[in-house]
């Protein structure tokens, strides 16, 4: 069976087990395509946590965790009818010319996203990669003894058997399947979820786009802003994150994960399909690798936040009940790996800090060493300063999430990247020079996408006629004017075909 062939398949068999649940809680809406595959990425993870905690192979646990959340979905369906997958979020209707923008813009998504890996033309397999990435899939198709052995041996050089499983596991699905066990594969089937969570990101500013536009007299000033800010945004990702987007490295897909959680979850309109988008990314971010685990923990407390709102711990315990209760599951599943690792003592899975006296020096060197790849701040932070003086009355219009979400998000997985590095117990020097470049991926991905997102608002602005003063005036005094009660009513931005 060739690369492609076996790609494809291990794809399909993820984008198969992810594909039901998504379609329940997104809807028939343009971005539950590529939600589909990193749903099954996450299948795949638990699935590895279930075969390492009570034994049985990674490939019964998937297929039963799959089978499971069809017959769910299947069950709900029959008992509540109105809950299928046509529905559609109210409010979505929008005449032709947005669904015609639904339309381009997945499909020039979609284009961009396969030109991002042409990489994979060069069939490299990057040093980690080869070394953690793709090495522990084989683990994961040994026996459960077997495996606990691997988890545990202190003779290996590598020291992160403990980091999380998705890649990992997600290439041992993909192995079992095609029969193929090659580095390769794992390489070409991690690639394309990279793709998959850069085309979710890349939708949300189209779905942003679209959502504003119902505000506006001309729709199609926004709606082309949103097109153009959507390819731009996967052509810089793609540069920002080679050579590692395509070469098996974990680090583009908790970031790009990451920036798509903060889209749908801090910055979309509140409604059922966002915040099931973010569930998702956020679950493929916390099952990637360390960084993303801490980041994907401040996410879920940021999206908690903005879904109570701040007068929201003032009022009826129907409001607050369901954002905590997701917030909840999405801890225990993101909590179940490490709680795990430490249990069985897997390699990795404690920490050595660094004396506190060291603590100024390795700070110092932190910030010399990633400030030359944030550059991307000095024009995003006066951007978002002007544009939260000049356009926050469009902005509030839109019932989207002021860009102070977006900042906090920025900032968290800045502090959780910088302080893994000032609290570790290697050399400083050598780790930033060998690591700098992928572990900046993620601030640097979201500033962009701040970037593109306020340019959607600008486009909004520019098609309003009625924008001018008056709307520039108003100030949204807390961090989501659409949840203070002085914003109008949101409409859902999801629009179905």
């Known amino acids: 069976m060739s690369t492609v062939i076996a790609t494809t398949a291990a794809v399909v ?22 939600l589909a595959p990193l749903a099954g990425a996450v299948v795949a993870a638990l699935s590895a946590n279930a075969s390492l905690s009570f034994g049985g192979s990674l490939l019964d646990w998937f297929v039963g965790l799959a089978a499971l959340g069809a017959a769910v979905v299947f069950g709900v369906w029959v008992v509540r009818p109105d809950l299928g997958p046509r529905r559609a979020p109210a409010g979505t209707g929008g005449g032709g010319v947005h669904r015609v923008a639904g339309i381009v813009g997945f499909l020039l998504v979609v284009a961009t996203c396969a030109w991002s890996l042409r990489g994979l033309r060069s069939p490299t397999v990057g040093f980690d990669a080869r070394a953690m990435w793709v090495m522990r899939p084989g683990w994961f198709l040994q026996s459960h003894g077997q495996l ?18 998705l890649v990992s596991a997600s290439t041992a699905v993909a192995w079992k399947i095609t029969g193929v066990h090659t580095a390769r594969l794992g390489v070409t089937t ?5 793709a998959c969570a850069l085309a979710a990101a890349a939708l949300a500013l189209v779905e942003s786009s679209r959502g504003l536009a119902r505000r506006v007299d001309r729709p199609w000033i926004p709606m082309a802003v949103g097109l153009v800010a959507a390819v731009l945004l996967i052509v810089v990702a793609a540069g920002v994150t080679e050579p590692f987007l395509t070469n098996g490295y974990a680090d583009p897909l908790w970031s790009l994960a990451a920036v798509g ?25 916390g099952t990637t690798k360390n960084e993303g685990l801490v980041t994907a923990l401040a996410l879920i407390v940021l999206v908690t936040m903005r879904s109570i709102g701040w007068a929201g ?25 490490p709680l795990l690792m ?15 006296t060291d603590l100024a020096h390795r700070t110092g060197a932190t910030i010399h060493g990633m400030s030359p790849y944030l550059h991307v701040l000095v024009l995003a932070v006066p951007l978002s300063v002007v544009g939260g003086i000049v356009l926050s009355g469009v902005r509030r219009r839109g019932g989207v999430g002021n860009d102070g979400w977006g900042w906090l998000a920025l900032a968290s997985g800045l502090v959780a990247v910088g302080a893994a590095l000032v609290t570790g117990s290697g050399a400083i020097g050598p780790w930033i020079l060998s690591t700098v470049h992928r572990i900046t991926e993620y601030p640097i991905l979201e500033a962009w996408w701040i970037i593109g997102f306020w340019a959607v608002v600008a486009g909004a602005c520019l098609g309003d006629r009625s924008a001018g003063a008056g709307a520039r005036a108003e100030a949204a005094p807390d961090l989501d004017a659409s949840r203070s009660g ?12």
Not at 261 to 283: E, W, Y
Not at 316 to 336: M, S
Not at 346 to 356: C, P
């Open 342 to 356: 430490k249990s069985i003592g897997a390699r990795g899975a404690t920490s050595t800090f660094t004396a506190s």
């Open 486 to 497: 002085t914003a109008p009513a949101n409409e859902p931005v999801g629009v179905t075909g």
């Open 148 to 165: 606990l052995i691997d988890m545990k041996a202190r003779g290996l050089i590598l020291t992160q058997s403990a980091y999380p499983p």
């Open 13 to 34: 068999a993820l984008a198969a087990a992810g594909a039901l649940p998504v379609l329940a809680t997104v809807g028939l809406r343009w971005f539950a395509v590529p």
């Open 190 to 194: 991690v690639a394309l979820l990279n």
């Open 261 to 285: 959680a903060v889209a749908f979850g801090l910055q979309l309109h509140d409604d059922a399909g966002s915040r099931a988008a973010t569930v998702v990314l956020i679950l493929v971010a």
């Open 313 to 337: 711990l003032r009022g009826a315990w129907n409001r607050w009940r369901g954002p905590l209760v997701i917030a909840g599951c999405e801890l225990v599943a993101l909590a179940w790996w």
